[in-house]
């Protein structure tokens, strides 16, 4: 096994473990002892990739996007996760968590949202299974993101505010967390990033690890080559980012670009730059990096984007920084919406928030010719049309 994956202890180098309260012990014992054995049945297979193939509508494409290749002089490749069903990367690991709770014989199922695409996922992923579902969201990302709590509801999920803090994504995840404490014996608790206790981290990984599976296969068909140059992704928990390096981890020549939100500025205070800020420490059920006072208090986030506005990232990314396989950089909030409205001008494709970021930091590297450059598209942009008109003043 490779060194950037998890070990049987559930830990990347210094990073991961499973930081949990007695209450949760049997709830994630569970998991570790079962995850790998059902995943690994032919029939969670043989279901897993007929719903990713018929329901999500999978492969997603891999766009040689032209003009966008011509403005960087170099060629681009989009990975169109957007065209998922439900818009986002985040079904493919919902469809994956779905089908282990069945398994695990859970019958309620919880789940965080920032964005709200993971919490439309999972709404779905209920919908299609008839279970009952609560998605905790954070009171200012229910307001940013209005369109998703909307489809939520129409799927019959109940949609939960979380007050505290800053009223976002990590405080939503602490709601989520509580309620799971309260319910261990019905629940499964869908965490939507690779966050969180082990096994988490890894079974997202895994559930995701299609988009560099399909990539690699993708280029091949296009170029001739199964490896590009450079594989760029943003990092909210960094889910989409995980998938997209999955394939490649083992791979030196291939560059690992992880983008990060710096809302306002690295120094601005009002940051979700979690490499270039945070610290090592605890959150969420796992050792990763994050942004906290001196003293260990966890340091609010900001950023435009709901899915990047995030304290922390997961320990796979907090290992592939500290152990240098990964480039990790931030890009502004000025910079992602500019980026966003480029590629919808030069290519006819409107980018969530979140993608954008990636989008960016294509305007800060040094491309040659012939370099082959693979951004994940985690999202569309449907549920960020407002604050891209807000902003642009349309
Ligand atoms: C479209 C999109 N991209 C990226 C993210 C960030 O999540 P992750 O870092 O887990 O991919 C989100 C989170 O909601 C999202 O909705």
């Known amino acids: 096994m490779s060194k950037y994956h998890v070990n049987e202890k559930g830990y990347y180098g210094p990073f991961g473990g499973a930081y949990v309260p007695e209450m949760l012990y049997p709830n994630v014992e569970e998991l570790q002892q079962k995850y790998l054995a059902i995943m690994e049945e032919d029939s969670f297979k043989a279901e897993f990739n007929e719903l990713l193939r018929d329901y999500v509508g999978r492969?997603?494409?891999?766009?040689?996007?032209?003009?966008?290749?011509?403005?960087?002089?170099?060629?681009?490749?989009?990975?169109?996760?957007?065209?998922?069903?439900?818009?986002?990367?985040?079904?493919?690991?919902?469809?994956?968590?779905?089908?282990?709770?069945?398994?695990?014989?859970?019958?309620?199922?919880?789940?965080?949202?920032?964005?709200?695409?993971?919490?439309?996922?999972?709404?779905?992923?209920?919908?299609?299974?008839?279970?009952?579902?609560?998605?905790?969201?954070?009171?200012?990302?229910?307001?940013?993101?209005?369109?998703?709590?909307?489809?939520?509801?129409?799927?019959?999920?109940?949609?939960?505010?979380?007050?505290?803090?800053?009223?976002?994504?990590?405080?939503?995840?602490?709601?989520?967390?509580?309620?799971?404490?309260?319910?261990?014996?019905?629940?499964?608790?869908?965490?939507?990033?690779?966050?969180?206790p082990h096994p988490y981290p890894d079974l997202v990984a895994r559930f995701q690890s299609i988009i560099s599976e399909e990539t690699r296969k993708q280029l091949n068909e296009k170029t001739g080559k199964e490896l590009p140059d450079y594989v760029l992704a943003c990092v909210g928990g960094g889910s989409n980012a995980a998938g997209m390096f999955y394939h490649f981890l083992d791979e030196p020549s291939v560059q690992l670009i992880a983008v990060e939100a710096a809302g306002h500025g690295v120094d601005s205070g009002e940051s979700a730059a979690t490499t270039a800020l945070g610290h090592e420490g605890v959150l969420h059920g796992s050792r990763s990096i994050l942004m906290q006072t001196p003293d260990g208090q966890v340091i609010e986030p900001y950023s435009i984007s709901a899915g990047l506005d995030y304290p922390g990232i997961g320990p796979q990314h907090a290992w592939l920084y500290k152990s240098g396989r990964g480039t990790y950089v931030s890009i502004t909030d000025n910079e992602a919406m500019e980026a966003g409205l480029q590629l919808t001008r030069l290519e006819g494709i409107i980018p969530a928030i979140e993608s954008s970021h990636a989008l960016a930091q294509l305007e800060k590297m040094a491309f040659q010719p012939e370099d082959n450059v693979v951004v994940c598209l985690s999202g569309r942009g449907d549920k960020d049309l407002d604050n891209y008109m807000k902003y642009f003043g349309f």
């Open 59 to 196: 492969p997603s494409p891999l766009y040689y996007a032209k003009r966008l290749s011509e403005k960087y002089k170099t060629n681009v490749f989009l990975k169109r996760e957007d065209l998922n069903h439900t818009g986002a990367h985040k079904i493919n690991n919902t469809i994956g968590q779905i089908l282990l709770a069945e398994r695990l014989g859970k019958k309620r199922i919880i789940a965080e949202t920032g964005a709200g695409q993971h919490g439309v996922a999972t709404a779905t992923v209920c919908a299609l299974k008839g279970l009952e579902c609560v998605v905790y969201m954070g009171e200012i990302d229910i307001q940013r993101q209005a369109p998703n709590v909307a489809r939520m509801k129409m799927m019959g999920a109940t949609v939960v505010a979380a007050q505290s803090g800053s009223k976002t994504l990590k405080d939503a995840t602490n709601e989520a967390l509580r309620d799971w404490i309260n319910n261990p014996v019905d629940t499964h608790y869908i965490i939507g990033s690779v966050v969180g």
